[in-house]
């Protein structure tokens, strides 16, 4: 079965930096797309990045455009999720959610499989 877990959240202060990491099981990151989701109570959940199977192409929100980077290790099964110049408004709970088929899109509604989260706390 598909399983995907989320790790590497924390608290930090504002400017600093964490990596999130995304493990999949069951899913073949070459072909399949792996995407960054993030939800502050109150708030409607957020697309903020995606990196596709088959080409590796990337989105980024604007929220979070040239701040985040996101990349993979097919290998190790594993999408990443570099986060810098954190800002409190970055404080969510963060997902990762797998599309088998493989495209770039930035909507909830097009991932199939989604991980548990991690919490992301950015404050003095």
């Known amino acids: 079965q598909v399983q995907l877990v989320e790790s590497g959240g924390g608290l930090v202060q504002p400017g600093g930096s964490l990596r999130l990491s995304c493990t999949a099981s069951?899913?073949?990151?070459?072909?399949?797309?792996i995407a960054w989701f993030r939800q502050a109570p109150g708030k409607e959940r957020e697309g903020i990045s995606v990196?596709?199977?088959?080409?590796?192409?990337?989105y980024y929100a604007n929220s979070v455009k040239g701040r985040f980077a996101i990349s993979k290790d097919n290998a190790k099964s594993t999408v990443y999720l570099q986060m810098n110049s954190l800002k409190p408004e970055d404080t969510a709970i963060y997902y990762c959610?797998?599309?088998?088929?493989?495209?770039?899109?930035?909507?909830?509604?097009?991932?199939?499989?989604w991980g548990q989260g991690t919490q992301v706390t950015v404050s003095s």
């Open positions: 990196i596709s199977g088959r080409h590796g192409s990337t």
């Open positions: 069951g899913f073949t990151l070459d072909y399949d797309t």
């Open positions: 959610a797998a599309d088998s088929e493989g495209r770039l899109s930035q909507y909830e509604t097009e991932y199939q499989f």
